[in-house]
């Protein structure tokens, strides 16, 4: 069954307000495109689930974000106008921290359909002060002390990927991150991927596939989706020259109005930018394509 919707129908149909959303990416392949459709579209009272994304700033700056759990947020209101801009605002959110591999846990138990995972990680610091789903319990097998953390399941995930078919089959590569655990706890999944594929191609190479098409409840396809992230075999990054537009406050409300709500969507925010920094500026970005060495399935018997 095809699952290929536009981003506006996407976002529309399956984040509401006061979800919980996982946005992927972790530094590499945001699903940036779907991250300004959610604020075109003017949703509110989120609440999120990342860890080391960009693109979540700007949520946080137009004040939709109640919320935040993380792994490690790296702008703050001492060195971001974004994240000063929110606090200003009084729409700062609340922030509840785990170290990478925790919130890795989390989203896994969530995956796993249990309410929390046991590990020995986070219990010898001081992050049992401050996060309340972080505890110690009794180890049923040895007598001693465990550390456990409870399950998040996000209501909606947003994942970009570098192909997809239509039954929402989803394969990515490079680094992956959280994408995994987090979009297979999700309850609602949107893929965003480069381009769809014959499902034939994700047939021959099944490893790659990070969720299932039968999880999916819709596929957009969007290419230069993470952009200005680096996608993997696809482009190389440009979120440093990007987010350079939003440090000052006419910086940020000139971008905001002009290529977030000033365009309909990605695809015509994309021609616009292109028109203006010019195909030279683009042309950065292009990578050299490296194929990997070719693996055999051999999935049919010869004879």
Known sequence: ???????????????????????????????YAAVHEILRQRIDHLQIVSCLTISTTMLISEGRVDKFYTGYYMQDTNRSYPMSRAKSMGKYPVFQEYSHFGIAQALLAGQMGVSYLPMRSQVGSDMLKYNPDIKVIDDPFTGGKIGAVKAIIPDVGIIHVQRCDKNGNAQKWGSIGVDAEGINASRTVIITTEKIVDSDVIHRDPNRTIIPGYRVAAVVE??????????????????????????????????????????????????????????????????????????????????
């Open 1 to 31: 069954m095809s699952r290929i919707m536009t981003m506006q129908e996407a976002i529309s149909r399956y984040v509401k307000s006061g979800n919980l959303v996982f946005i992927g990416g972790m530094q590499h392949g945001e699903p």
């Open 222 to 303: 969007q290419p230069y989706g993470a952009y200005p992230m680096h996608l993997a075999g696809c482009y190389s990054g440009d979120w440093a020259g990007f987010l350079s537009n939003l440090i000052s406050e006419d910086g940020y409300n000139n971008f905001m109005e002009k290529y977030v709500y000033g365009v309909s969507d990605w695809n015509e925010f994309m021609k616009l930018w292109r028109e203006e920094k010019g195909e030279e500026y683009f042309k950065r970005f292009e990578v050299k394509l490296e194929p990997s060495d070719p693996i055999y399935s051999g999935w049919e018997e010869k004879g």
